[in-house]
């Protein structure tokens, strides 16, 4: 079995050709991020418009270096949930199209599934059941996974990922976007514990959930008192560099904590994490010595495969296999948590 995975959930404009058995032949990406940088966040339309100018090449692409025809293919699949709206509308119009020239079934990708997903390119044969945490710039979130298509959400944050946090308080310290990568190389320098900085929920062993608006006002105020204005070239860069550890700490702390706390609430003995901050070499030491203390297999997706691509689009394998071909009346759920 072989198929292409289309991927255009937010500002990644992807497309990877998979086997079977798992065997990811091509995975081509085209980042937005240069389009972004100035605004310090993701603007939907101009992802969209970019997704519109790029699908066709990045598909062509990924079908070259796979050496594949379209005739080829088994399917054609495509992630339809959650994401931005114009986004996933390019995706999903290209794989209609293709679905219709060639007459191969359509199939849909849950994105925060494929993320979970994604551990077992990272040789997680027996990855289910487990609990799964989605950590990127949309999504902060805690599913008990029991088996590549049946999740079932145990919380998640209620305002801000810790992705799209890591992007406010980089653009607020003066850093460049995206703000993960930017704070994980400046807090390298940094003392974690130089500021006390709050960890929302971290004390509540029976509820699952985030929060990290209140940790951004706090780093806000720590830069400037309230009434007056950010301004972070008053930092010198010892105290940048601490401020941006212990953000990245108290961010830690809460994911590490809870992940921890839903896995005691399921039982399961499995932690499988993707996402675009799971790429974070501070965040994977810790969670990686927490589970390994509290006796818990743990899962993450190599770093090339955090951020949003469609080789984490072979979930859609299993659904290929388990039946789950979709008519080509087949729309979009935007969105950011299911």
Do not use: W
């Not at 551990?119 to 979130?141: E, M, N, Q, W, Y």
């Amino acid at each position: 079995m072989k198929l292409l995975a289309i991927e255009t959930t937010c500002d990644e404009t992807a497309a990877a050709v998979i086997a079977e058995p798992l065997t990811v032949l091509s995975s081509v990406v085209a980042s937005q991020d240069e389009l972004h940088k100035k605004f310090g966040g993701v603007v939907p339309e101009i992802a969209s418009r970019a997704h519109v100018e790029r699908i066709l090449p990045v598909i062509d692409e990924a079908l070259r270096q796979a050496e594949t025809m379209l005739t080829e293919l088994d399917a054609i699949a495509v992630a339809t949930s959650p994401g931005l709206a114009g986004s996933l509308i390019v995706g999903l119009s290209a794989a209609k199209a293709l679905c219709l020239a060639t007459g191969k079934p359509l199939v849909a990708i849950d994105h925060l599934q494929a993320h979970i997903y994604s551990c077992k390119l990272a040789g997680a044969i027996d990855l289910f059941p487990c609990v799964g945490l989605v950590v990127s710039g949309g999504h902060t979130s805690l599913y008990r996974c029991d088996n590549a298509i049946e999740f079932a959400l145990l919380g998640g944050t209620i305002d801000d990922a810790a992705g799209e946090a890591f992007d406010k308080i980089a653009s607020l310290l003066g850093l460049s976007y995206p703000g993960g990568p930017s704070i994980e190389q400046v807090a390298a320098g940094g003392n974690p514990q130089q500021y006390r900085l709050p960890r929302s929920f971290i004390h509540e062993h029976d509820r699952i959930a985030f929060s990290f608006s209140g940790l951004k006002t706090a780093v806000r105020y720590q830069v400037a008192p309230p009434g007056e204005m950010p301004r972070p070239e008053s930092l010198s860069a010892q105290q940048l560099a601490d401020l941006a550890a212990s953000f990245q700490e108290s961010v830690i702390d809460c994911l590490v904590e809870k992940s921890l706390d839903a896995l005691k609430m399921t039982r399961l003995k499995t932690l499988a994490i993707g996402g675009g901050v799971a790429a974070n070499a501070r965040f994977r030491a810790r969670i990686e010595a927490e589970c390994k203390k509290a006796g818990v297999r743990v899962f993450i997706a190599p770093r090339g495969l955090c951020t949003d691509n469609a080789a984490m689009g072979a979930i859609a394998i299993e659904r290929l296999h388990a039946g789950l071909i979709e008519p080509l009346t087949l729309d979009v759920r935007p969105g950011l948590v299911r």
